[in-house]
């Protein structure tokens, strides 16, 4: 048996038209309440698409009718059944504030581990700078290999002229856009199921790990926590949190431990994920500032003292700020 | 039929219809990138002009904006791009694709910052290697990013309606002289079988004229295979004329069809008046 056709794309057309403009005006404002009315119809009309679909599919075969049902189907089937949160009105400051330290704390785990693995690549390479001077050219990058930290050390306080001037915030903004991509390759190495964030993570471990050991063998720490401290304590910790938003991808790829799909593993942390690199983002913009506009001053212009002191007061209001603001954990539920 | 939806992805609603959306190949979507690495090329070409006059104030700042601006249009261009039109980009727009939950669901702003994120690993090494392979050895042709955000790439359904005029134009029809023999044809004619007759009609003139001879030689034989109508009603017609009348008779209305056995059993029981 085969519909008649023209008969009955003639009697669906007004309701699928209805259904179509309420679907665009669902689309252009998600966040127009539907009275129940409106609900009711809305899903009245879906039901009678979804069935016309249906009939056509049993008794037809007309190519372009199925593919215009199909598609009013799929949008309406959408908008009805997603049980996911509805996006509300981004709101950056609740965003900053709440969202992000509650998701960080969430996932503090992840973020142990990252620091596990970075602290093993640290010792690595710290390891391998005492027992293998060699390995410097492989595990000290940008320039640090081609001389001693006291040599360094001493150009940098002699230098009475401003070698970034001209060029600061050049430099800001290279430094901010070259560790965001970092760290968003970072998170997306978690693709391969985390191993290649942990690899990630090791081996900045071991670069941190072979240049600190370098600089306080030479009896340079003070130097070296001046220079680090005051734009580290941000972007450390923020490429740790991109490692931890990695390893939690690599953590629903592999599926340990849960009955659920990989879609549905997948679907319970992208709203995670996307959070955690965009507080990332925000706290590697604050240290692409500080490095380029603080960081490169020294002694006799800035004391050391007073850059590891900055330095400290940064982390430790970095790490209270990832611990206790947006509330207790428990509201995380 | 099965290799057809091979290509689709296939949603079973709770309601139990099923629908299917066209997957797009990777080539496509290679196409549409194409096209879109040509706007972001342009689009960094006018700002270089833009930042380059900001140099006259000061030229820290113009260099400090052009690499911001350059980083945030590579970045943020496919994420505001698919934001703001549901799922496309103007390479998408183009090639008549559109990024969609894989399950069918809203599409949600965290799913485009990830795929769009991830291109990081699928351009590698080059020219969307990575993501090329994942893409072609998916059954639902997704890259890394797509996989790991839970969309698929579609190509975007044809929504105009179909143009059944042209073959239901009221043109003499000699097999509804017939009328049981039309019912019988109705009854045997499959609806995919019907469907192949439709598209061969409405796209005749895409044909090559002897493709088009041979194509409705074949489709003649075998619809005449289905239904023997009498000879003086089928003889003299080309095989197109002889499909034409059959999908007349199959997509003909009712009412249509309810008048012209009216009109004939009136005419048959007057036949001095004809």
């Keep these: ?333 | 039929m099965n290799a057809a939806r091979a290509s689709m992805l296939t949603i079973r609603t709770p309601e139990g219809v099923v629908f299917a959306l066209p997957l797009a190949s990777p080539v496509t979507r290679f196409l549409a990138w194409a096209v879109d690495f040509a706007v972001i090329s342009a689009g960094l070409s006018v700002l270089s002009i833009a930042v380059n006059l900001m140099g006259l104030i000061s030229f820290d700042f113009s260099r400090a904006m052009s690499v911001l601006l350059f980083f945030g249009l590579q970045i943020g261009y496919g994420l505001f791009c698919e934001w703001l039109w549901r799922g496309q980009t103007v390479g998408k727009r183009i090639l008549h694709l559109r990024v969609v939950d894989a399950h069918g669901l809203r599409l949600q702003f965290s799913q485009i910052v990830i795929r769009n994120l991830l291109r990081f690993v699928d351009m590698l090494p080059a020219f969307y290697l990575v993501g090329g392979a994942a893409a072609l050895l998916s059954t639902r042709t997704q890259r890394l990013g797509d996989l790991a955000a839970n969309t698929v790439v579609i190509r975007s359904p044809n929504l105009e309606r179909p143009d059944l005029e042209q073959i239901l134009s009221g043109k003499f029809n000699s097999l509804r002289n017939h009328p049981h023999l039309e019912a019988r044809l109705r009854q045997r004619i499959s609806p995919v079988e019907a469907s192949l007759a439709l598209q061969a009609i409405l796209r005749r003139d895409d044909f090559e004229p002897r493709a088009r001879a041979e194509l409705f030689a074949r489709l003649g034989e075998h619809f005449r295979s289905l239904v023997e109508f009498p000879p003086d009603s089928v003889e003299g017609i080309t095989d197109e004329q002889y499909l034409r009348n059959v999908l007349d008779t199959v997509f003909r209305p009712r009412s249509a069809r309810e008048r012209t056995t009216a009109a004939e059993t009136a005419l048959a029981a007057k036949p001095g008046e004809v």
Aim: hydrophobic content about 45%.
């Design chain 1, 1 to 333: 048996m085969i519909i008649d056709l023209p008969k009955f794309i003639a009697t669906g057309q007004p309701f699928w038209n209805e259904l179509d403009q309420l679907l665009k005006r669902l689309e252009e404002d998600p966040h127009r309440p539907l009275p129940l009315e409106q609900a009711r119809r809305f899903h009245y009309l879906y039901e009678r698409a979804a069935a016309d679909l249906a009939r056509l599919n049993t008794f037809a075969n007309e190519p372009d009718t199925r593919r215009y049902l199909e598609s009013l189907v799929a949008r309406a089937y959408g908008e009805i059944h997603e049980t996911r949160e509805k996006p509300h009105r981004f709101r950056p400051y609740h965003w900053l504030t709440v969202v992000f330290p509650r998701t960080f704390r969430r996932h503090a785990n992840a973020f142990w581990l990252t620091v596990a693995i970075t602290l093993a690549g640290c010792a690595f390479g710290g390891f391998a700078t005492v027992f293998d001077p060699d390995s410097r050219h492989v595990t000290m990058p940008f320039g640090h290999d081609q001389m001693k930290p006291s040599e360094r050390v001493a150009r940098e306080e002699k230098a009475r002229s401003d070698r970034f001037e001209g060029e600061r915030t050049t430099f800001s903004a290279y430094l901010m856009t070259h560790n965001i991509k970092v760290s968003i390759f970072t998170m997306a190495l978690g693709m391969t199921w985390g191993v290649g964030t942990i690899l990630e993570l090791f081996y900045n471990g071991v670069i941190l790990g072979a240049i600190c050991t370098d600089y306080i063998a030479d009896g340079q720490g003070k130097f070296l926590a001046g220079w680090l401290l005051p734009h580290g304590s941000f972007e450390i910790p923020a490429i740790l949190i991109a490692g931890q938003a990695g390893l939690l991808l690599g953590r629903a790829l592999i599926g340990r431990g849960t009955r659920k799909n990989l879609s549905e593993r997948l679907r319970e942390i992208s709203t995670d994920l996307v959070t955690l690199i965009g507080g990332v983002a925000v706290l590697l913009v604050w240290a692409g500032l500080v490095e380029s506009f603080f960081s490169q001053y020294h002694e006799p212009l800035v004391p050391y003292s007073a850059k590891i002191a900055f330095g400290l007061v940064e982390l430790v209001l970095l790490a209270l700020f990832l611990w206790k603001s947006g509330g207790k954990a428990e509201a995380d539920a």
